[in-house]
């Protein structure tokens, strides 16, 4: 397949717009019934745990996200339910801290544009 092989294509054979995809993949997730708004992102979060669910080595995921570190990959892309686990096993297992991958289960309430929490100094 060439390079320029699109992988989803308008009727007339070029790409499809940005925003025509992000309401596609909104719309879908609506239907799935899932409470928060799904976004175009959504899809590097379901790759990660995927790869992770199916016995893809740690680094080869961490490196095809992108990150700097297998925890933070670990801590904010590898998604995990009760069921996922060995019996036995703990979230906090996976990443190596105590509130597993928890806070990453659903996008934060203010959404991508919040402002980092500054400390006072």
Same mark, same amino acid.
């Given at each position: 397949?060439?390079?320029? *092989?699109?992988?989803? %294509?308008?009727?007339?054979?070029?790409?499809?717009?940005?925003?025509?995809?992000?309401?596609?993949?909104? %719309?879908?997730?609506?239907?799935?019934?899932?409470?928060?708004?799904?976004?175009?992102? *959504?899809?590097?979060?379901?790759?990660?745990?995927?790869?992770?669910?199916?016995? %893809?080595?740690?680094?080869?995921?961490?490196?095809?996200?992108?990150?700097?570190?297998?925890?933070?990959?670990?801590? *904010?892309?590898?998604?995990?339910?009760?069921?996922?686990?060995?019996?036995?096993?703990?979230?906090?297992?996976?990443?190596?801290?105590?509130?597993?991958?928890?806070?990453?289960?659903?996008?934060?309430?203010?959404?991508?544009?919040?402002?980092?929490?500054?400390?006072?100094?």
């Amino acid at each position: 397949m060439p390079e320029t *092989t699109l992988v989803f %294509a308008g009727v007339n054979g070029g790409p499809l717009g940005r925003s025509y995809l992000y309401r596609v993949v909104r %719309a879908a997730g609506e239907r799935a019934g899932i409470a928060w708004p799904v976004g175009l992102h *959504t899809f590097r979060h379901s790759a990660g745990t995927l790869l992770y669910l199916r016995g %893809a080595d740690k680094e080869k995921i961490r490196k095809s996200l992108g990150h700097h570190s297998w925890e933070f990959t670990a801590s *904010t892309y590898i998604h995990l339910g009760d069921d996922d686990l060995p019996d036995g096993a703990m979230l906090a297992d996976l990443v190596g801290g105590p509130e597993g991958n928890t806070r990453a289960t659903r996008p934060p309430e203010t959404g991508r544009d919040a402002a980092p929490a500054v400390e006072a100094v």
